[in-house]
Each structure stands twice: as C-alpha cells, then as structure tokens.
C-alpha cells in the first residue's frame, strides 16, 4: 500500500507535535503547514486523506482567520477533502460557518481539547486511497473500495480472489470452477486466510475484511 498523507495545518509547534503522533499513531503519514501560503502549496503538491486545519495561523494576532481562508480553498477543491477544524478561539458563529457553510467533518475547541475523541475522529473521517495496481477479472473494484487496507497488504491477488468469492456465498468446488483450479487449492487458499486473520470461518474472515468486526492484529508475515 502507498503511503497515506493527513494535512496539518497549524503554526503552534506544540499542537504540531500532537497532532503529528495522532496522525501517525492512526496509520499516517503527517504533513505540516505552518502559514497559509505553505498550506496552498501543500494541498498542490500531494492528495490527502484528511485535513487537520488551526483557524488562527498566528500566535500573535487571535483575531487572524488564515485558517478560514484555507477552509474555503478546499471546499473549492473538485476532489472532497475531509476536513477537522480545530481552535483556541471557538464562537458559535464560527462553528456553524466551519461546519455547515465549509462542510467540515467536526470542530474542535483547543481549551478543553480531548485527545482521545480526536484520534477516534481522525479514524472515522480519514478517506484512505487504496492503491490498485493490477486489474483483475474476478474482483470487481466496488468490492475492493470496502475492503480494509491490512487486508490489500497481506493477501496475494489469488487469496484476495478466493476471499471475494466466498463473500459472495461460493463452494469450494464453485470457487475452483471460477479460478480454473483444483478443489485442493482453494482449501489451501482458503486455511491460509484463516491463518492471516486468526479466524476459522467463512463469515469471521469476510466480516474482518470489510471491517464489519473489531479489527485484529494480523501479524503474519508475508
């Protein structure tokens, strides 16, 4: 999997510093942006799975809204570019105008900042790009979009064929038809997904791919 970039936008290098293990600590790259100048050539240069924007870009001057002004550059963007807002200076005016007015995803004030509840959003908001580097006849790319990213980066492309397969419902000896292969081989295919998710059924490896169940540590290695 290519790596995947969260924006910070934020002049404070203590908040930087927060934001940037949040950030890693869910599984992404941080990129900084200190002033409104480096944010517009930040959101140029790369695409992101998320934005982290400060309202104020400026310790000096509260009353600075830099931070408005990147908000409405990317809701101009044609690609949609979640986005958190985040604060020292929090009115209700402005939230209803980040919220509603700028479609950003949630608003958080730095005062009473919960860290815990801002990585969970992080998480939730985050568009991760999966990268699909093969075409492939037997899963359909609606069907890898919902797949979670782990799983892309520990199957091979036949296990992620077999995988597909038994989420439609599919035997092992219907599964071998499709592939061309023997009934054996799918079994192995199959008893190597388990393996990979520390599951023994059909419907706990499917459930885990797409994320339907609590994630599991899928420390294997390939």
Same mark, same amino acid.
């Given at each position: ?29 941080? %990129?900084?942006?200190?002033?409104? %100048? ?11 799975? =998320? ?8 310790? +000096?001057?509260?009353?600075? !809204? ?20 985040? @604060? ?5 005016? =402005?939230?209803?105008? @980040? =919220? ?8 958080? !004030? ?5 860290? !815990? ?37 520990? =199957?091979?492309? !036949? ?25 054996? @081989? ?23 791919? +797409?994320?339907?169940?609590?994630? %599991?540590?899928?420390?294997?290695? %390939?």
């Amino acid at each position: 999997m290519a790596e995947q970039f969260i924006l910070i936008i934020e002049d404070d290098p203590t908040w930087q510093d927060i934001f940037s293990e949040i950030v890693g600590d869910a599984g992404f790259k941080p %990129r900084v942006a200190a002033t409104y %100048r480096e944010a517009l050539t930040a959101l140029t240069a790369h695409k992101y799975a =998320l934005a982290i924007v400060d309202m104020s870009l400026s310790e +000096l001057y509260y009353n600075d !809204r830099d931070g408005l002004k990147v908000l409405k550059k990317i809701a101009a963007l044609s690609e949609t570019l979640p986005t958190i807002v985040v @604060t020292g200076y929090a009115t209700v005016e =402005l939230a209803i105008e @980040t =919220l509603v007015e700028l479609n950003a995803v949630n608003f958080f !004030r730095k005062e009473d900042f919960d860290r !815990r509840k801002f990585a969970h959003t992080v998480k939730k908001e985050a568009v991760v790009k999966k990268q699909v580097v093969w075409q492939n006849a037997h899963i359909p790319a609606s069907f890898l979009q919902k797949v979670e990213p782990e799983v892309v980066g520990k =199957l091979s492309e !036949r296990e992620l064929e077999v995988l597909y397969l038994l989420s439609q419902g599919q035997t092992n000896k219907q599964i071998a038809a499709e592939l061309t292969v023997s009934v054996n @081989t799918i079994k192995k295919h199959t008893q190597s997904i388990f393996t990979k998710f520390n599951v023994n059924s059909r419907a706990a490896a499917v459930a885990l791919a +797409l994320g339907q169940e609590k994630k %599991r540590v899928l420390n294997v290695e %390939r």
